[in-house]
C-alpha cells in the first residue's frame, strides 16, 4: 500500500511539472514567434489557399492562404497577453475587497460581501460577452469583462483568510511592534492569503482561456485579420467539412494550455496536502 | 469471576498504515468483560475509541485489526464477515456514542430511527414494534409521544442520549459498549445518564463497556477499571480500589481530578518521559 | 435546553426562507443595475441608431427627450425598472419586433436543449457519483476524474464542430444543424415550441425521428460537459456524509452498506444534490449560448450572438437580461428550496 501512496505522489508531481513545462513552452512560442514563426500570419497566398498540411505549410493554409502554423504560433500572444491581463487586474481587485472586508468588519464587510454575493450569483459568461459587444470588441474590453466578472471569488477568498488571521497572534504581534494599517495589510496580512490563491488562480487561468478563446469565436475578441485561436475556430468553422484541420488544430491548442494549467492547479493542490 | 465471559480479547492490536508505514495506535491488549460493568479509562489518544470501533468491527482501512482471540458469546469475531456483522450489530453489541446531535441522523424522525433498528432485525408487525418501541422509550425514561415526532436536533443532550440509548437497546443486546457517552452533558445529567445505564444494564442483565476519561465517575458505577496509556493497559483494578492503586500512572490520573481537597494547590503533571507500560505483559 | 414544541419548529425555516428571498430581491435588482449600467455606459447612441444618419439635429435632439436620454440616472433607472415590468424590452434593430416576442419565440428551443441535456446528465452523472463515492480510489474514479479534467480544458463549440464533423458530415450517423430537415421545417406547425412535442404531435412519418436525430448531437455534448461536474460534486457530498458520526452509528446498529447509503447518506446529502443540479442547469444555459451558434439552433444563444454582431443594443440587453434573470432565479429558488427541505432548517 505504500508503495500505491508513494507512486500516486510522484505521479501527481508530474503532472504538475508537465503542466508548468507546458506553460512555460507555450509562452516562450508566444514571446519568440517573429523568431520561430515560418510566415507572417497575416500575409496571404489565395492561389494557396485551404491546402492540407504539406512540407511548405506544416499544418497547410487557411482560406485566405495564410500559413495556419505561423497563425498559430502568433496566436498564442493575445490569448497569453489577454489572461495576463485578466490576471493582473482580477486578483488585486478581488484580494483588496477581500482583505478590507475581512479585517475592517463591520457596516463595509456587509457591504463590501454584499456587492461580491451578487456579483458572483450573476452569469459571467454571457455578461461578459454583453460588455464586450455593447462596449466594442478588442482586447482592453474582453479582459475588463472577465476581470469585472471574475474577482468575486478572489475576494471570498481573501476574506476568509484575512477574518482568520485577524484573531491570531501573529498579527497581534505585528501590531504590538507599532505596524498597523496599510503597512500591516500589505505586509503581513496580503502574503498569508497568497498560498490559498493559487490553486484558484490556476484554475481560473484554464477557465479564462476558454471565456477568452470563446468570446474571440463570437468574434468579440482581437479584431482581424490578427490571429487568434478563438477566431481561427470560427473561421475554420465555415470549411470544417472539408478542410477540418483549420479549425481543429487551434482548438488543441487551446486544449493544451487550458490542460496544462488544470494539471499545475492539481499539483499546487496536491503538493500544499489539500484535498 | 463467576460470571460467564461475555466478550473475550486476547492481543488485540489495532495500527494505521501510512505512507510511511504502519504506526501503532492499540498494542496487544487482552481482556475480558462479562456480565458487569467494566471501565476503560485514560486520556485522549490513549487508543479507547479505536478499541470500541474494533470491538465492533467498525474500523475500516487505513486502519488495521489484529488479534489472536477475539470472541464474542462463544463465537470467533475475527471470521466475521460483512453479513455476520451486519446480524450481530444491534443484536449482540451495541454501541453508543457521545454527542447525539452528530450521532443521530439529522433528517428522519425519532420514530424512523427506532423503527429501522426493529426492521433491521426483526420481521414484526407494525403495532408489534409501536409497542416496543414505546416500551423502550418508557425504560430510558421518555414518554413516547413527546418525542417520537421530533428531529435530533430538536432534542436536548440528555434526551438525545435516551434516545439513542433506546435505539441500541431496543433488539435486546448482551453487551453494551459505550464511548463516553455522558462527555457532552453537563454534570447533573451525567449522573442521571449513568444511573440509566447501570439500571438498564442490571434488569436485562447485560454487560457494560464504559469508556470514559473521569475516573471519578467510573468508580461510582463500574465494578472493575481497565486504564488505558498509549495504546497499552497498564492498569486494571476492582473500581471499588481505585482510590489506593499503587500504580504510578492511575494515582497520577487519580489526583489529578480538581476538587475541594486540591483547591488552592497546584496538581500534578504528567511525566509524560516514564514508560507506564513497564512491567505489563 | 427543553425540547422546542413541534409548533414553533416552524418560525425557524421561515426565517431562513426569507432572508433567501430577500437576497434573491437584492440579486434580481442588482442584475437590473448592471442591465442598466451597460446600456447607458455603452459607447453606441441608442438616439443616433433609431433616427439614423441621416436625420436633421432637431430630430435627434426630440428622439433623446422621448427616451430620456438627458434625465439624471436615477430617474431614467426608475423608467427602466416600470417599463420592464410591463414586459417592454424595446424594439430589435435587426428584427423590427418587440424584443419580448423575439425572446418568447427563441427561448423554448434553448429552453429545451438545456432541459434534456439536464435529464440526461443527471440520469448519468448520479449513478456514477454514487458509485465512485462507493469505491473511492478505484478505477472509477480515476476515470471520472481524467474525464473532469479534460471537461474543464476543452471548448464546447470547438467539439461540437468537430463532433458534427465526424458524426454528420463523415460518418452520416446524425443529422446536420438546425432543429429539423427541411423538409419537416416548413410542414410542422411549432405550436409549443418544443421540437420533440410539436414532431411527434404533427403525425408526420419520420418528423420524431428527425427531431431525435437533430438532437442528439447537442444535448449529448452538453450532457457530456456538465456530467463531469455532477459525478465530482455528487461523490464528494456523499463522502463527507460518509464521515460522519451518524453513519457510524448506522452501522453500529446493524444497517448493510446499502441501506447506510439509501436511508442515511443519499437523503442528508440531497441537498447538495439539488444544488448541484441547479447550478448545471444555470450553466447549462450559458452552454447554449456557445453552442447553438454551431448547431444553428435556433435559440436565445443565436438570437444573442446575432445581436452582438449586428450591435443591436435592445435584443442583447434583452436576451441577456432574461438568461441573467434565469439564472438568478434558478440559484435563488434553489436555495430556498433547500432550506425548506432540511428540518433544521439550515
Known sequence: ?275 | MSEARLLTVRGLSVAVRSGDGLRSVVDSISFDVGAERVALVGESGSGKSVTARALMGLLRPPLEVRAERLEFLGRNLLEFGPREWVRQRGTGLALVLQDPRHALNPVLRVEHQLDEALRIHQRLIRGERRRRIHAMLAAVGLVAAEVLDLYPHQLSGGMGQRVMLAMMLINGPRLLIADEPTSALDAERREQILALMSELVDSRRMGLLLISHDLTQVARHCDRVLVMYRGRIVDGCPAADLAASTHPYTRLLWSCKPSAATYGTELPVLDRTADYAAGTP | ?346
Open chain 1, 1 to 275: 500500500m505504500s508503495g500505491t501512496g508513494l507512486w500516486r505522489r510522484w505521479r501527481r508531481s508530474a503532472a504538475a511539472m508537465i503542466g508548468a513545462a507546458v506553460v512555460a513552452l507555450v509562452l516562450g512560442t508566444a514571446l519568440a514567434a517573429p523568431w520561430i514563426a515560418p510566415y507572417d500570419p497575416l500575409a496571404q497566398d489565395v492561389a494557396d489557399r485551404l491546402q492540407p498540411s504539406s512540407a511548405r505549410h506544416w499544418l497547410g493554409t487557411d482560406g485566405l492562404g495564410r500559413d495556419v502554423l505561423s497563425r498559430l504560433i502568433y496566436g498564442a500572444r493575445p490569448t497569453l497577453g489577454l489572461v495576463a491581463l485578466v490576471a493582473l487586474l482580477m486578483v488585486p481587485i478581488g484580494l483588496a475587497v477581500g482583505v478590507l472586508s475581512g479585517f475592517y468588519g463591520g457596516l463595509l464587510e456587509r457591504a463590501l460581501m454584499g456587492l461580491t454575493n451578487i456579483t458572483m450569483a450573476l452569469p459571467q459568461l454571457v455578461l461578459a460577452l454583453a460588455f464586450v459587444g455593447l462596449m466594442g470588441p478588442g482586447l482592453i474590453n474582453a479582459a475588463l469583462a472577465l476581470v469585472l466578472t471574475g474577482w468575486p471569488a478572489y475576494a471570498r477568498l481573501a476574506r476568509a483568510e484575512t477574518t482568520l488571521l485577524r484573531r491570531s497572534d501573529y498579527i497581534a504581534a505585528a501590531q504590538m511592534q507599532g505596524i498597523v494599517g496599510l503597512r500591516l495589510l500589505w505586509g503581513h496580512v496580503l502574503p498569508a492569503c497568497w498560498p490559498a490563491m493559487q490553486v484558484r488562480l490556476a484554475l481560473d487561468l484554464a477557465s479564462i482561456i476558454l471565456a477568452a478563446a470563446a468570446l474571440g469565436f463570437l468574434g468579440l475578441g482581437v479584431r482581424p485579420p490578427t490571429a487568434e485561436w478563438g477566431m481561427m475556430i470560427a473561421d475554420g468553422s465555415k470549411v470544417v467539412f472539408d478542410q477540418w484541420w483549420i479549425a481543429a488544430v487551434p482548438g488543441i491548442a487551446i486544449l493544451v494550455v487550458s490542460l496544462s494549467f488544470n494539471l499545475l492547479a492539481d499539483g499546487i493542490r496536491d503538493a500544499r496536502g489539500g484535498r
Open chain 3, 1 to 346: 435546553m427543553s425540547a422546542r414544541a413541534s409548533g414553533d419548529a416552524w418560525r425557524q425555516p421561515v426565517m431562513r426562507v426569507s432572508g433567501g428571498l430577500v437576497t434573491l430581491a437584492c440579486t434580481l435588482a442588482g442584475l437590473l443595475l448592471v442591465t442598466f449600467g451597460l446600456s447607458r455606459l455603452s459607447p453606441v447612441d441608442p438616439a443616433a441608431q433609431l433616427v439614423g444618419e441621416h436625420a436633421s439635429q432637431g430630430v435627434y435632439l426630440e428622439m433623446r427627450r422621448t427616451l430620456g436620454l438627458d434625465e439624471p440616472w436615477p430617474v431614467q433607472f426608475e423608467r427602466y425598472v416600470v417599463r420592464l415590468a410591463h414586459g417592454d424590452l424595446g424594439v430589435s434593430l435587426s428584427t423590427g419586433e418587440r424584443v419580448s416576442d423575439d425572446l418568447r419565440r427563441v427561448f423554448p428551443a434553448t429552453a429545451e436543449l438545456a432541459t434534456l441535456s439536464l435529464v440526461l446528465s443527471a440520469l448519468v452523472g448520479l449513478p456514477l457519483g454514487i458509485l465512485a463515492a462507493w469505491r473511492p480510489r478505484g478505477v472509477l474514479d480515476a476515470v471520472v476524474r481524467v474525464l473532469s479534467l479534460f471537461g474543464n480544458s476543452l471548448p464546447i463549440y470547438w467539439l461540437g464542430l468537430l463532433a458534427l464533423f465526424f458524426f454528420y458530415a463523415h460518418w452520416h450517423l446524425v443529422a446536420g444543424p438546425g432543429r429539423l430537415d427541411d423538409a419537416f421545417e416548413y410542414t410542422i406547425d411549432m405550436r409549443t415550441g418544443s421540437v420533440l412535442i410539436d414532431s411527434w404531435q404533427s403525425g408526420l412519418p419520420g418528423a420524431l425521428a428527425n427531431a431525435v436525430s437533430h438532437l442528439l448531437l447537442p444535448v449529448a455534448l452538453l450532457a457530456a460537459y456538465a456530467i463531469g461536474n455532477i459525478t465530482r460534486l455528487t461523490r464528494a457530498a456523499l463522502l463527507n456524509e460518509s464521515d460522519q458520526e451518524y453513519v457510524l452509528l448506522a452501522r453500529a446498529k446493524g444497517a448493510t452498506e446499502v441501506r447506510v447509503l439509501l436511508s442515511h447518506v443519499l437523503p442528508n446529502a440531497a441537498g447538495l444534490i439539488v444544488t448541484v443540479l441547479a447550478l448545471t442547469y444555470a450553466n447549462l444555459l450559458e452552454g447554449a449560448v456557445l453552442i447553438e451558434t454551431v448547431f444553428a439552433w435556433p435559440g436565445l444563444g443565436r438570437y444573442l450572438t446575432t445581436a452582438l454582431f449586428a450591435a443591436d443594443t435592445p435584443a442583447v440587453l434583452g436576451g441577456t437580461l432574461l438568461i441573467g434573470v434565469c439564472f438568478v432565479l434558478i440559484n435563488g429558488m434553489t436555495d430556498v428550496l433547500v432550506r425548506l427541505l432540511d428540518p433544521r432548517g439550515r
